[in-house]
């Protein structure tokens, strides 16, 4: 129990300064706590575990500032507020993620999305749109964790459907539900099993993406707590290279992709010259290259099928 910055005075109703535990005030010490505990995006964390103690959108915690907390409100806050200062990631304490302008409900079972993430989905909307052959698309997704991905292009794509594959059966049962809330259940097909291996061999598609793991043994020593302590290692971890997963992959896509159809991968910024590589050495891939990503990182393989 993290037992400094006063803590107990968020139960009372007054602290020793005779100020009243507002909204505003909850949030700006909050956001100053966390980010003397080095909690990532202090002030989106703060502002995440507030709305959702509250019940209320983030937009409310600033147009009703001065609306005092509850006791019980503020109990609930500091018990979050301690496992969030503990690196204990804040989506998970709440529930939801925000992804490409959706709210999906996420657990431990499941990879936090990360903007990263968004950069196959917009790819993929922008080629679709621009490009006659793959209008109306069939996607299929490996590895779809809480079915981010899937979900997104499933509602900004016109026409698409995706199969999406998961070796979880307790992830499946997150994306599932996430597919439901969002009104998209009837464009997506979630299959139990391991990358290619739930597919149908007759299957083809006009994409094949998947943010696998990826993470190498080397890199994991370096990964932050708030991941490596919470967040599900059959998602991350890629074996010694990192491209324990990335490999059969590359292998499999050209079975499933239709001709032109396209390869649409997430992988770690320091793979680029070997993934590029292996692209390269498959006769069914072409034109391989590598989008960055919204921090300017190289983070997505894009490879078409020939």
Same mark, same amino acid.
């Given at each position: 129990m993290i037992a400094t910055d006063n803590q107990a005075a968020m139960v009372r109703d007054d602290d020793q300064s005779g100020q009243t535990w507002t909204t505003r005030r909850l949030l700006t010490w909050t956001s100053q706590y966390f980010a003397r505990h080095g909690v990532d995006s202090h002030r989106l964390a703060a502002e995440m575990l507030l709305a959702h103690v509250l019940g209320v959108p983030r937009l409310q915690l600033y147009t009703e500032p001065e609306r005092p907390a509850s006791e019980l409100e503020r109990v609930a806050l500091r018990e979050l507020v301690e496992r969030a200062a503990r690196h204990e990631p804040v989506d998970y304490l709440t529930g939801q993620s925000p992804f490409f302008s959706l709210m999906l409900h996420v657990t431990p079972a499941v990879l936090i999305p990360r903007p990263s993430t968004e950069t196959l989905v917009e790819h993929v909307i922008q080629h679709a749109r621009r490009t006659p052959?793959? &209008? /109306? @698309?069939?996607?299929?997704? =490996?590895?779809?964790? /809480?079915?981010a991905m899937a979900i997104? =292009? &499933?509602?900004? !794509?016109?026409?698409?459907? !995706?199969? %999406?594959?998961?070796?979880?059966?307790?992830? =499946?049962?997150? &994306?599932?539900?996430?597919?439901?809330?969002h009104g998209v259940a009837d464009q997506i097909e979630f299959h139990h099993g391991d990358l290619f291996e739930p597919l149908p061999a007759d299957l083809h598609a006009q994409y094949v993406? /998947?943010?696998? @793991? #990826?993470? /190498?043994?080397?890199?994991?020593?370096? !990964? &932050?707590?708030?991941?490596?302590? #919470?967040? @599900?290692?059959? %998602?991350?971890?890629?074996?010694?290279?990192?491209?324990k997963f990335i490999r059969p992959i590359l292998a499999g896509a050209r079975r499933f992709l239709d001709k032109p159809g396209q390869l649409v991968l997430e992988i770690a910024a320091s793979q680029k010259t070997q993934v590029l590589q292996l692209a390269g050495l498959d006769p069914?891939?072409?034109? %391989?290259? !590598?989008?960055?990503?919204?921090e300017s990182l190289p983070r997505v393989l894009v490879a078409d099928s020939v």
């Amino acid at each position: 129990m993290i037992a400094t910055d006063n803590q107990a005075a968020m139960v009372r109703d007054d602290d020793q300064s005779g100020q009243t535990w507002t909204t505003r005030r909850l949030l700006t010490w909050t956001s100053q706590y966390f980010a003397r505990h080095g909690v990532d995006s202090h002030r989106l964390a703060a502002e995440m575990l507030l709305a959702h103690v509250l019940g209320v959108p983030r937009l409310q915690l600033y147009t009703e500032p001065e609306r005092p907390a509850s006791e019980l409100e503020r109990v609930a806050l500091r018990e979050l507020v301690e496992r969030a200062a503990r690196h204990e990631p804040v989506d998970y304490l709440t529930g939801q993620s925000p992804f490409f302008s959706l709210m999906l409900h996420v657990t431990p079972a499941v990879l936090i999305p990360r903007p990263s993430t968004e950069t196959l989905v917009e790819h993929v909307i922008q080629h679709a749109r621009r490009t006659p052959e793959f &209008a /109306s @698309p069939l996607v299929i997704e =490996l590895g779809t964790g /809480s079915g981010a991905m899937a979900i997104a =292009l &499933a509602k900004h !794509v016109p026409g698409c459907r !995706v199969i %999406a594959t998961d070796i979880s059966a307790d992830a =499946l049962e997150v &994306a599932r539900n996430n597919a439901q809330q969002h009104g998209v259940a009837d464009q997506i097909e979630f299959h139990h099993g391991d990358l290619f291996e739930p597919l149908p061999a007759d299957l083809h598609a006009q994409y094949v993406m /998947s943010n696998p @793991p #990826y993470i /190498s043994d080397d890199e994991w020593q370096q !990964v &932050a707590p708030n991941v490596k302590n #919470y967040e @599900p290692h059959r %998602a991350l971890l890629g074996g010694a290279d990192g491209l324990k997963f990335i490999r059969p992959i590359l292998a499999g896509a050209r079975r499933f992709l239709d001709k032109p159809g396209q390869l649409v991968l997430e992988i770690a910024a320091s793979q680029k010259t070997q993934v590029l590589q292996l692209a390269g050495l498959d006769p069914g891939l072409a034109n %391989a290259h !590598v989008l960055t990503d919204h921090e300017s990182l190289p983070r997505v393989l894009v490879a078409d099928s020939v």
